[in-house]
Every structure is written in structure tokens, then in C-alpha cells.
């Protein structure tokens, strides 16, 4: 089926337990597993519509014909669509985030999770979850967790061909409901992408094989804590998988840092808030933004608090929201 205009909508997920390198960069296979939350309000929207009239793929994003470096990656993406449903038929995508793009806010994820739930859907759905999880990693490593809501993680799996390197859900928003105040603090887009700076990482920070060792502890831990709904393991879990992240690609050479001064200073103000019996933690990923995780009691508290530190531009709250999603 095609020529049928298909809509969708993805949010973008925040790493509780980080990804932070490939073991294989044409699959985009994982060196590390990753367990994500995924948020409401911030969203990605996308349309795509297959048409037998068109010679390549047209994107659009943010309403603008785009030749970026991420309408490359749509069409590759796009590419291995049409491979696994043997399809003829090149693409409009038409996208667009609520949200500031490539500064450590996940669009990639959320994008790339609308762009396969949209374009699926756009073909006539041939090709099951399981199928657009594999699908999305190749596209983003952070993308398959945003097929989900609620909880969900992205094995990094073992076999060559990324066949058990897939994002599944692990528990809806209901089991535990957390709140995640997202601090902006600069919406400028990143001079380093996540992809080269974990090749950077990889490649050059000495600390790079404990990194990985410590990526099965910590996904055990943070599932158990989630589990049974202790937010003092959570939060030490993800704060020091957070902590690692950024330990390891600092000590890469030259070191790589997304924080900014006000960055720092929100950690400092998140550590003192939870030491003062406030359910909090922060998380931050590859920009300067900082994530609060916390319980929906102290949310107003945590927003207020963050919002009034000096070099935040805005806070977002957002509640656990759902998958990806086709809206027409
Ligand atoms: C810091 O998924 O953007 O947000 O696979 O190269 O597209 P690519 O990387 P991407 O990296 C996300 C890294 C992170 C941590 C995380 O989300 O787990």
C-alpha cells in the first residue's frame, strides 16, 4: 500500500543507565546496553507519504527542504525500509520537533522513532515492533527506547549481525510514575555529535574497557531498583552511570565536555536538594542540559528551585509519556 499520507508522533527518551559507544558502526551496534524513561510534552512529529512520482526521498524538516547531515541519515533509514519490505517507492517526510534540536534533548531518537512509526505505517504496516526496534537502532542507538513508553531498555546484544541488539519495554508509565523537570540551559546545537564523540571516546580514552565492563552491573541494578520502586538505588545508579559517561569521554584525548558552568551548578543544587529528603536525582546527556528525575510529590519544588538557578533558560516538566504512536 502506499500514497497514503501516515502521521506520527515519538517523544524523546532520557538514559537512566547511558549508551556511550559502538562496537560496529554500520549496524550502529551498541557497546554498552542503555535503559531510558520516556517523556511526554517534547515531541517529535512526522509525516511521510510514499509516491511512485518521486526520483529520491524529499525532507522536510522543521519546514525546510533540508540537506543536513540528518536528512542523510532519514534516507539511509529510509534505505533500510524499503530493503526489508523490498519497496520501490521514495518518500516526503515532512518533520518537526517542539523542542530545540540536537542539544542534548534526544531529537534523534524521538525523530528517528516517528520516522519509522510513520513510515511503516505509510507502507501498510508490514513489518512488526520487533522489526522497527532492530530498524530504529541502526538508525540512532538511543531511537528503539522511544518506540516505548514508560521503561525501556536497548540490549546491546551479542551476535554480529545486531540480531539480539533490539529496545523493548520493560514496564509502562503506570508501574511508577516518576516526573523529570528538564533544566535548559543553552539551545545552542552541539559542535560534537554523539556519534563522533563516541567514536572519539572509543577510540581514545584509556578508560574506555571499564566503561564497558560496568554496563551489565549497572543495568541489573537500575532494573531491580525500578522493579521495586526504590528511588535511593535509582538515583545513586543513575547519577554514577550518568557520572561515568562523562568521566569517560573526558578522559578522551583531547576530552570532550557538553557541561556548561550552569550545568554543574544544578548538580550541585540537585545532590543538596535530595540530601535535604527531596526525591531527586539528575541525569544529563550529551549537552548541557540537566534532567531531574524525580517523584511527583517534589516536583513542583524541583521545577521552581531549577528554574530560579542562575543560566536556566527554561524548565520543561514532563510526566512519563508513551511510544511512538501513528496520529491519523
Ligand atoms: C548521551 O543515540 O544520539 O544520549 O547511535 O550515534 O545516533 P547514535 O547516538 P545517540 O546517542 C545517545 C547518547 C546519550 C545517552 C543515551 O541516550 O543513552
Redesign the pocket.
Known sequence: MANKSVTAIAHP???L????G?LETTL?L?ATH?L?ITLDKLETRTSVIFDPDLQQDQIKIAGHIAGTDFSA?IRNCLDQLREQTASKLFAQVDTTNNFPTAA?L?S??SGFAALITAANGALGAPLELRDLALLA?Q?????G?SLFGGYAI?HRGSKDDGSDSFAEQLYPAEHWPLEVVVAITNTARKTT???AG?LHTATSSPYWDNWMAQSDPDIAIAKAAIKTGDFTALAEISEASCMA?HAVMQAARPGLIYWNAATVDLIHLVRSMRASGIAVFFTI??GPQLKAVCLPKDAAAVAAQLGSTPGVVETIHCQLGAGAHIVN
Open positions: 527518551n532520557i538514559a543507565v547511558k549508551y556511550w559502538k550502529n551498541p542503555s531510558s541519515r542534548g534526544a534523534s531518537a537502532r538508525a540512532s542507538g538511543s531511537a527506547r536497548q555529535s554523539s556519534s563516541m559517561m546527556d550529551a
